[in-house]
């Protein structure tokens, strides 16, 4: 499968506790999106990389949040003392420069804290 | 306010009936996009539209785009209990393909 994917698919957490989600892009994929989905609505943007630079943030993401792609491969974003506003389902995609509009996305990682 | 208005929000039809879901903006685009998202599963695209007037056909799919290219429009015939999923809306027009969704359209076909 040269999909992309997501690690764990699902996230229990408590309150305050800090949690770390991985996305591997497909191979050769330079552009790496992090979005952020609410039961029943579209996703929405957080973070962008162009291999292992992040380019850019949307005002979402809090200083709770940080996202990384050391080796401009796979990807993590980690939120740090959770709130229950945090959960979501939480997207990655990946896309080729030339046709950025067409992203191929993980299952996403659905959090649940509690 | 969303960039991109989607209707109806919820359809809930019979196998074997017809359906049309609306997208719409203030804004013009240069294109317009429609991702399908299954349950558990990421949004996968299945057509963009860049003319103004321009109609595409999947199967049994036939996606519009206005005149204006402030709006968008999803036709789908003879529905089937596949088809159930949610529809999106996405303009992915930035520069570095930021891509901004309507907060869709959740389509439930009866067998």
């Known amino acids: 499968d040269t999909g992309v994917s997501q690690d764990p698919r699902h996230k229990i957490t408590k309150r305050g506790q800090n949690v770390t989600f991985r996305c591997d892009p497909i191979s050769e994929h330079n552009r790496l999106y992090w979005y952020r989905q609410t039961l029943g609505q579209g996703p929405e943007f957080l973070t962008y990389?162009?291999?292992?630079?992040?380019?850019?943030k949307s005002r979402l993401l809090s200083d709770r949040f940080s996202a990384e792609r050391p080796k401009g491969s796979f990807s993590t974003l980690e939120i740090q003392r959770t709130e229950q506003g945090d959960s979501a389902m939480y997207l990655c995609a990946s896309s080729l420069s030339g046709s950025s509009y067409e992203q191929y996305f993980g299952p996403g990682t659905r959090l649940t804290v509690t | 306010t969303q960039l991109l208005e989607q209707s109806p929000q919820f359809l809930s039809i019979q196998e074997g009936e017809n359906l049309t879901v609306y997208c719409n903006s203030s804004s013009v685009f240069s294109s317009l996009q429609w991702y399908r998202q299954e349950p558990g599963e990421g949004p996968v695209l299945l057509v963009t539209?860049?003319?103004?007037?321009e109609v595409k056909k999947l199967k049994r799919l036939t996606f519009q785009f206005g005149d204006a290219r402030k709006d968008s429009s999803l036709h789908i015939t003879a529905a089937q209990p596949g088809d159930t999923g949610l529809y999106l809306c996405?303009?992915?027009?930035?520069?570095?393909?930021?891509?901004?969704f309507g907060q869709g359209t959740i389509l439930t076909v009866h067998p």
């Open positions: 539209v860049v003319t103004g007037g």
């Open positions: 990389f162009q291999n292992e630079a992040q380019l850019e």
């Open positions: 996405v303009y992915g027009g930035t520069s570095y393909g930021k891509l901004t």
